[in-house]
C-alpha cells in the first residue's frame, strides 16, 4: 500500500492530479490517496506515513515553500514534489531540496512522464526502506531513511549514524550492521547513498552546505571530509542529485 498526499487549494487540480496518477499507474500499486486544501492541514496530519507528498506552492494564508519549510525541520523523508504554474526557485527551495518540481501547465503527456518516474522512484525506496543491525547486542530494525552516514567496522561491518532526532535513542553504543560497503550499496542503491571518502558513505539527502575549496559537506550538522582523489566524481554526483531533480 502506498500513501500518497496531495495539498492544493485548487478542488479540481487535486481530482485531476488523482486522475493522471492512477492512469500512469501501469504496475497497478495499491494507492490510498489523502486530500488536503492547505498547508496547516497538511502538517496537522501524521506526514511520516506518506510515501508522497504532491504540495501546491501558491496557496494563501501558508504557501507552499512556508511548508516545505517545516516539513524539512520534522524531518519527513518521503518524497516532496513542488506543483506550481510557474517555476520560481527560492532560496528556501534550495535549502529543502524538493524531490522534483512539477509545473501545472506542462502538457499532459509530459505530466505523465513526471509522474511515471516519481512512482519508479517511491517503488525503489519501498524495495529498502529498512536494513537489520544490532545495538547493544539486540537484533534490530533501522529505517534506511534515517543513516546520515555509515562508516567502516570490524570484521567486515560498518556504523550506522542516524539523523538529529532518532540518534539520541542508540547513545549507548553503535549500531552494526553486518556489511561492508560494497555490500551496503547493493542493499541501500547509488540513488541517495554517495562515496565522499574511503571512510564513509553518506546520504546526500542530508547534506545541507558543501565547501568546494575546504573539501568537506555538512550532513545533518556533522562535517565530514572529501577526499581528494574522490572529489571530482563525489561533488558531480551531488550536483546531478541537487540539480537533476527539476
Known amino acids: 500500500m502506498y500513501k500518497i498526499a496531495i495539498c492544493d487549494d485548487d478542488a479540481n487540480y487535486i481530482s485531476e492530479l488523482k486522475e493522471m496518477l492512477l492512469e500512469c499507474n501501469d504496475k497497478k500499486r495499491e494507492i490510498d ?47 516532496l514534489v513542488q506543483c506550481s504554474g510557474i517555476f520560481m526557485p527560492t532560496p528556501e527551495t534550495i535549502k529543502i531540496s524538493p524531490y522534483r518540481y512539477l509545473l501545472k501547465q506542462s502538457a499532459k503527456d509530459e505530466i505523465i512522464k513526471e509522474l511515471k518516474e516519481i512512482l519508479d522512484e517511491m517503488d525503489k525506496r519501498k524495495k529498502c526502506s529498512e536494513i537489520e543491525g544490532s545495538y547493544l547486542r539486540q537484533k534490530m530494525v533501522f529505517q534506511v531513511a534515517d543513516i546520515v552516514y555509515i562508516t567502516h567496522h570490524t570484521n567486515g561491518s560498518s556504523v550506522l549514524h542516524l539523523r538529529q532526532g532518532k540518534k539520541e535513542k542508540y547513545s549507548q553504543g553503535n549500531i552494526i550492521v553486518p556489511y561492508n560497503f560494497t555490500e551496503l550499496f547493493k542493499i541501500l542503491g547509488t540513488t541517495d547513498f554517495a562515496l565522499p571518502h574511503n571512510s564513509y558513505i553518506v546520504n546526500m539527502r542530508y ?15 556533522k562535517s565530514l571530509f572529501v577526499s581528494r582523489g574522490m572529489k571530482e566524481e563525489f561533488f558531480k554526483k551531488l550536483m546531478n542529485y541537487t540539480t537533476g531533480k527539476y
Open 207 to 221: 547534506i545541507s552546505s558543501f565547501d568546494l575549496k575546504k573539501e568537506f559537506i555538512i550532513a545533518d550538522g
Open 33 to 79: 490517496f489523502w486530500e488536503f486544501t492547505s498547508g496547516r492541514e497538511l502538517l496537522n496530519s501524521n506526514i511520516d506515513e506518506m510515501d508522497v507528498i504532491f504540495l501546491d506552492i501558491q496557496m494563501e494564508e501558508m504557501d507552499g515553500n512556508m511548508v516545505s519549510v517545516e516539513l524539512n525541520e520534522r524531518g519527513y523523508q518521503g518524497l
